[in-house]
């Protein structure tokens, strides 16, 4: 993939702007993502089929579905509730996988720590912010060129779920809204959703 400066600039505040902030968590699903499609050989020029799996639900995931194009809407974004920083880049069409992991410790700061404390606190001055500031700038930075010494990367190979299937809605006859047809319950002989079904004595 070819970056220059000015275009990884401009993609990033893209994404602070989707986020709504810059933070050192967003940063690293950037660069995970970067080096998982540098991995991968994907041209970003083309539209590629891709589906991303996710081990966390935290700033990261916004990044990466920015960078990658897989978005929970689409169907190509699975999140797997493990609570690792890892994310995994499968292309459809050979099922070839990257695998990034952020290595435990790797990102440990505790200069930073100390910085951030002291920036929250209620007795923080101006100055303690302003410091607090520059030092979460150089922090992300920092992390949006991190190589292998922060991400651990390997090749997989991933068989790749189906894309989303369209399902028919039946209507719940209790609240009389609409209900995919899997998430579709019976209850005493009738069709309710999963709302419903739980309300007893309704
Ligand atoms: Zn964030
Ligand atoms: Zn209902």
Sequence with gaps: ???????KKTLWEK???FHGHACPGLAMGFRAAELALDA???DRSVDEELVAVVENNACGVDALQMLTGCTFGKGNLFFRD???????IVRRKDNNAVRVAVRYGSTFDP?????KERATSVSASQQDKAHYQEALKKRINSI???GPEVFDIKKTVLEVPE???IYQTLQCSECGEGVMEPRARIKNGRVVC???EGESGR
């Design 1 to 7: 993939m070819v970056n220059n400066m000015c275009d």
């Design 15 to 17: 994404t602070v702007d």
């Design 40 to 42: 991968l050989g994907c």
């Design 82 to 88: 493990l609570g690792k920083t890892v994310y995994t």
């Design 111 to 115: 200069d930073f720590k100390a910085i």
């Design 144 to 146: 949006l060129s991190a």
């Design 163 to 165: 894309t989303a299937s």
């Design 194 to 196: 999963m709302p419903c």
